[in-house]
């Protein structure tokens, strides 16, 4: 059993930066690939990185490439997103997942997500 916890998000100017973590419980975070997500109002849940559980690969939506860097801590049950050059386009609210296969996108266990406006 995984426990998800994100937090970080809030109200940025459009160019800033922010950085979420998400925090994980339980013994075996380090055995889980990893994945960011956002979902916006009638749109669907959009992947916007993963990465697997060494750390050692990553993806990225081709709409933040460049842009946002997933990075993990496993000593500290702990993934992050960074996000620079934010865009208005970027507002949503954003989950961080969690599941034993880093191959696609079917996360098991999901956190309570958090907010991020960016404002124009």
């Known amino acids: 059993q995984v426990q998800l916890v994100e937090s970080g998000g809030g109200l940025v100017q459009a160019g800033g930066p922010l950085r979420l973590s998400c925090a994980a419980s339980?013994?075996?975070?380090?055995?889980?690939?990893m994945g960011w997500f956002r979902q916006v109002p009638v749109k669907e849940r959009e992947s916007v990185a993963a990465?697997?559980?060494?750390?050692?690969?990553?993806r990225y939506a081709s709409s933040v490439k460049g842009r946002f860097t997933i990075s993990r801590d496993n000593a500290k049950n702990t993934v992050y997103l960074q996000m620079n050059s934010l865009k208005p386009e970027d507002t949503a609210v954003y989950y961080c997942?969690?599941?034993?296969?880093?191959?696609?996108?079917?996360?098991?266990?999901w956190g309570q997500g958090t907010q991020v406006t960016v404002a124009s």
């Open positions: 997942a969690a599941d034993i296969t880093y191959a696609n996108d079917n996360y098991y266990y």
């Open positions: 339980g013994p075996t975070f380090s055995s889980y690939a």
């Open positions: 990465i697997s559980w060494s750390g050692g690969r990553t």
